[in-house]
Nanobody
Framework: QVQLVESGGGLVQAGGSLSISCLGS????????MGWFRQAPRKEREFVAG????????LYADSVKGRFTISRDNAQNTVYLQMNSLKPEDTAVYYC????????????????WGQGTQVTVSS
């Protein structure tokens, strides 16, 4: 099992940047594919970005491609999401999630979830 704790959320103006992190517990963190998801008020949780266990493969939602970058440091048990050119529609609670196996964009395939961190982008 792995426990996940997100940090780094906050308030930023449109066009600005923010980096959020997810710290995982346990010695097996490097075996997990990791994903970032987000949920805006009155909307379903959606996939944002994902990275495979080695950090060699990544996937992005079309809405964030070219603006967000996911990365990981397995020595630090941490996955990052660098968010640039933020828009008001990026406002959401951002969750990191872990799954054993290949990288996936499907929410239901992730067994472990953090509590989330709020990102608010003002216009």
């Amino acid at each position: 099992q792995v426990q996940l704790v997100e940090s780094g959320g906050g308030l930023v103006q449109a066009g600005g940047s923010l980096s959020i992190s997810c710290l995982g517990s346990g010695r097996t963190f490097s075996r997990y594919a990791m994903g970032w998801f987000r949920q805006a008020p009155r909307k379903e949780r959606e996939f944002v970005a994902g990275i495979d266990w080695r950090g060699a493969g990544t996937l992005y939602a079309d809405s964030v491609k070219g603006r967000f970058t996911i990365s990981r440091d397995n020595a630090q048990n941490t996955v990052y999401l660098q968010m640039n050119s933020l828009k008001p529609e990026d406002t959401a609670v951002y969750y990191c999630a872990a799954r054993q196996g290949i990288l996936s964009t499907q929410l239901y395939e992730y067994a472990y979830w953090g509590q989330g961190t709020q990102v608010t982008v003002s216009s």
